[in-house]
């Protein structure tokens, strides 16, 4: 089955380290978006990635890194800069020049909590 | 500034009331999306709906693009349907950007 799978589920940070989720989708989809979710808010745009090799930043890069080395993959790191880091990830794909029916699919997301 | 804004933020209801929820968006889109978000956090694309009226079970979306809003319609609210509904919308000339609104949280009551 074709989707989007992130990992882990849960994901619990030390002060001052660095930790990566994973995102990976088999869909062959060009853009890759991640989005973090605070509890009772909307989704914001961290970062996004229309093509291999290259992204964007977008509302909420400042404390991130991603790299896009391969189509399927677009891995988002939580540097230490990022102070408050407690969030539930969500990765995202979309064939932008698949115009009709649905666009955007979602992985189950990574709840990241700081201990 | 580009602005996804989604009304009413909160909505309880009786089991079996209809309910209409709205998203404004402030440019010209390529692209708009209704989700549904679980319990469980997972996102399910409800509509792919940049202009027109579409039609799924109980759910319909329609988009008016010339007037920048679109309109989600849930008929006969079962307890299943509680969650938050996300409107997102990709702007033209915005490299594929998706921005999401605040979204509205749906409480059906038994």
């Known amino acids: 089955d074709g989707g989007i799978t992130q990992s882990p589920k849960y994901l619990f940070r030390k002060e001052g380290q660095n930790v990566t989720l994973s995102c990976e989708q088999n869909l062959n989809h060009d853009a890759m978006y991640w989005y973090r979710q605070d509890p009772g808010q909307g989704l914001r745009l961290i970062y996004y990635s229309q093509i291999v090799n290259d992204f964007q930043k977008g509302d909420i890069a400042e404390g991130y890194s991603v790299s896009r080395e391969k189509k399927e993959s677009f891995p988002l790191t939580v540097t230490s800069a990022q102070k408050n880091p407690t969030a539930f990830y969500l990765c995202?794909?979309?064939?932008?020049?698949?115009?009709?029916?649905?666009?955007?699919?979602f992985g189950s997301g990574t709840q990241l909590s700081v201990l | 500034g580009i602005q996804v804004e989604q009304s009413p933020p909160d909505l309880i209801l009786q089991e079996g009331a209809n309910s209409t929820l709205r998203c404004n968006f402030s440019d010209s889109v390529n692209n708009l999306q209704w989700f549904h978000q679980n319990p469980w956090g997972q996102l399910i694309n409800l509509f792919y709906?940049?202009?027109g009226t579409k039609q799924n079970g109980r759910l319909s979306a329609t988009t008016v693009a010339t007037e920048r809003y679109s309109l989600l319609y849930i008929s006969s609210s079962q307890t299943t349907d509680s969650g938050v509904y996300f409107c997102a919308v990709e702007y033209v000339n915005r490299d594929d950007k998706i921005i999401f609104g605040k979204g509205t949280r749906l409480h059906i009551l038994p």
């Open positions: 995202a794909s979309t064939n932008p020049r698949d115009r009709g029916g649905e666009k955007l699919f």
């Open positions: 709906i940049p202009s």
